[in-house]
């Protein structure tokens, strides 16, 4: 399939609109669910259970790791990656059957809540019957054998979207999914390495059954051009730890929004995360990582522009770097984290200026760690002070071109400047609760 489109400056891309969110995603709250890993018994049945609290938490959109078969030829440790898959059609038996799955989405539904999927579609389990049924699906090398994508990924087959057929079967395949299952979308595996083409069309064919949301594992503002409407905001997360650990400074984040800007279609949403399953499993949990700076990058998450994810277990401070590819299952107890997880989704979702609103960068005199900015949407306004460094500073914040700001902390600044004090990794959330007159504070960690 023809893929030119990535050839081209990714700067073009700012020119074309990207697709709107779906009305019912527009204050989405992604929750990421490693079914294996989630209860002891590691079943949609058991994961049941846990709704009402995910509910109470105020996430929205669950979306699931691979649910389906995993392949055994070439199978990693002992139960084997969720990514190798050699059945699209049917459930892995480990969670249980596909009337449990079906169960499930309407439960989800009840709740007034949302599902997604993982798709893995650039390749499939050595141990797939397309391989036996159609091999000209897939990649081969010179002497016409059959090629895993990437050396280290050799429990997979790379499949060839140059092959029509193929593309057909993928469609219909996400059709099942959508429109007999009732699912809501998905989240679609190593989006770059399926050709745009395909999602084009693909997507276009799923939007006539119903507004799917589709969120792209990757980050050229391609995606967006060809019907994405999320896509990972890996560069961001990357920062994120480079500010906790020392190595990169907060005034970077006005760069790589700027930068982003400048290349992503008008209207791009980027998913923005602290922890997902890739990065706890091989780099660490998010406290692990970013240590005392946990809870402001995830502030971060939910204030700055984009989508905020949440993965299993960090709602309840999870420590622990979840094995792939075998049992090892999460450790339930609330704490802290709980509360100020719930405190963030409520915030988002109540407030469309997190959501929807446009930012406004508030400078100071201690730019390289205190980073302040401002959200709006009509004539509502949030505030957000963060102090990204490992020391307490008194930080003054120049209002000049934000009178808007003069009652914040109760003084008249008369639109000039204000002084702060803040802790180390300390935030604090203010809302303009009089049309910009005064700020009332409505978070802090």
């Known amino acids: 399939m023809n893929d030119a489109a990535d050839k081209v400056t990714p700067g073009v891309y700012g020119k074309r609109p990207a697709p709107k969110l779906p009305t019912w995603a527009e204050n989405a709250i992604l929750y990421s669910i490693n079914t294996r890993q989630f209860t002891p018994e590691g079943t949609f049945s058991a994961f049941a259970k846990h709704l009402p609290r995910l509910k109470r938490l105020g996430v929205t959109v669950l979306w699931f790791l691979p649910i389906h078969p995993i392949g055994s030829k070439n199978r990693k440790g002992t139960l084997g990656s969720y990514y190798s898959i050699n059945d699209y059609y049917a459930i892995n038996p480990e969670f249980g059957t596909l009337a449990d799955f079906r169960a499930l989405v309407q439960a989800i539904h009840a709740l007034g809540m949302y599902v997604i999927i993982d798709l893995v579609i650039n390749h499939t389990a050595w141990d797939h019957p397309l391989i036996a049924e159609h091999p ?13 994508p990437h050396a280290e990924w050799d429990d997979v087959a790379d499949l060839d979207y140059g092959n029509e057929d193929l593309c057909n079967y993928m469609i219909e395949m996400m059709r099942f999914w959508v429109d007999d299952v009732g699912i809501d979308g998905f989240r679609c595996d190593v989006a770059e390495r399926v050709p745009n083409d395909f999602w084009r069309i ?60 400048e290349r992503f279609p008008p209207g791009s949403r980027r998913l923005l995360f602290t922890s997902n399953h890739d990065q706890n499993s091989w780099h660490g949990s998010a406290i692990e990582r970013l240590g005392h700076a946990a809870k402001a ?31 090892d299952e999460i450790k339930w107890h609330e704490d802290g984290y709980t509360e100020f997880y719930q405190t963030l989704c409520r915030l988002y979702k109540s407030q469309p200026a997190l959501y929807k609103g446009e930012m406004h960068t508030i400078e100071s005199n201690r730019q390289q760690s205190v980073y302040a900015f401002k959200r709006e949407y009509d004539d509502e306004r949030i505030l957000v002070i963060a102090n990204l460094s490992t020391a307490s500073v008194r930080a003054t914040l120049h209002l000049k071109k934000h009178k808007a700001l003069c009652g914040i902390l109760g003084r008249n600044t008369a639109g000039k ?29």
């Open 136 to 148: 000209e699906w897939y990649a081969h090398d010179e002497n016409g054998r059959i090629i895993a």
């Open 202 to 261: 693909a997507i276009a064919e799923m939007q006539k059954i119903k507004a799917v949301l589709m969120l792209a594992e990757g980050q050229h503002p391609s995606l967006h051009a060809h019907g994405f409407h999320i896509s990972y905001a890996s560069d961001m997360y990357r920062l994120f730890n480079g500010i906790a650990c020392g190595k990169r400074r907060a005034q970077e984040i006005d760069q790589l929004l700027e930068k982003d800007n």
């Open 297 to 327: 990058m995830a502030v971060l998450t939910f204030t700055l522009p984009g989508t905020p994810l949440i993965y299993c277990g960090q709602e309840v401070g999870n420590t622990k770097r979840l094995l792939f590819f075998d049992k």
């Open 417 to 445: 400047k204000i002084t702060i004090t803040l802790k180390p990794w300390e935030c604090k959330i203010y809302q303009d609760s009089h049309h910009g007159e005064n700020y009332a504070e409505i978070f802090t960690t």
